[in-house]
């Protein structure tokens, strides 16, 4: 079965600087996806960010990049320019190949981000 | 557009009561799923419905009880709940078999439940 890995509870950052989250996962499978999610106060669940395992480029999406280290089946995800919205719950996420039956998420135990002002 | 709604917002309910949550998505999603999740925990599968049919049950008690009644609709009823059900109770859809593309899970904003 796959697992994933926050070994992060808890991370702070002052606004404007960088911080990185860190997030392994284990798994057999060779062809998966990859997700951060967002989950702020409100607890609305937002996609930050997606990796495709056979893409070696890393995704980007504005100020969010992610480390994807196949390999070492590590996936971090890097916040540039930190800002005070960004204090939320983030959870590393992954996804089996595509089913029929559609597909199971599997989450990691979040990390709490606090951005200092 | 990439909307999941989910009503109500709040609900609070007796052990004795019948409650349904409701969710909606108009994106073309064929898969849809609800979870449960307790406050700073990691969301939890429940159900996964695919082309409106029930494909995946996490072994959940019979008091929630799914519906799909068509591809853009998704209820749970609730029926004789426990106070330890009180959680946010979140919809989330998702394409199938969208290839390599893969299916990215959009979530509802969720519904907050107690039980008393």
């Known amino acids: 079965a796959q697992t994933v890995t926050q070994s992060q509870p808890e991370m702070s950052v002052q606004e404007a600087e960088t911080v990185t989250l860190s997030c392994t996962y284990d798994?057999?499978?060779?062809?998966?996806?990859l997700f951060w999610y967002k989950q702020p106060p409100s607890r609305q669940m937002i996609l930050v960010i997606r990796?495709?395992?056979?893409?070696?480029q890393n995704a980007t999406e504005n100020r969010f990049s992610v480390n994807f280290q196949k390999a070492a089946k590590s996936f971090s995800l890097k916040i540039s320019d930190s800002q005070l919205g960004d204090a939320a719950m983030y959870f590393c996420?992954?996804?089996?190949?595509?089913?029929?039956?559609?597909?199971?998420?599997?989450f990691g135990a979040g990390t709490i981000l606090r951005v200092k002002s | 557009d990439t909307e999941v709604t989910q009503t109500p917002k709040h609900l609070v309910m007796g052990m004795t009561n019948k409650k349904s949550l409701k969710c909606e998505q108009h994106?073309?999603?064929?898969?849809m799923y609800w979870y449960k999740q307790k406050a700073k925990k990691p969301p939890e599968l429940m159900f996964v419905?695919?082309?409106?049919?029930?494909?995946i049950n996490e072994s959940v008690p019979s008091r929630f009880s799914p519906e799909c009644p068509n591809s853009s609709l998704l209820n749970l009823h609730l029926h004789a709940l426990q106070p330890e059900d009180s959680a946010l109770y979140l919809c989330?859809?998702?394409?199938?078999?969208?290839?390599?593309?893969?299916?990215?899970?959009?979530f509802g904003p969720g519904t907050r439940l107690l039980v008393l």
């Open positions: 989330a859809s998702s394409q199938i078999l969208a290839g390599k593309k893969g299916e990215t899970q959009y």
């Open positions: 798994t057999s499978e060779s062809d998966y996806y």
């Open positions: 990796q495709e395992a056979y893409k070696q």
């Open positions: 996420a992954y996804r089996s190949p595509p089913r029929e039956y559609g597909n199971k998420l599997v």
């Open positions: 994106m073309g999603h064929r898969a």
């Open positions: 419905y695919s082309y409106e049919k029930l494909s």
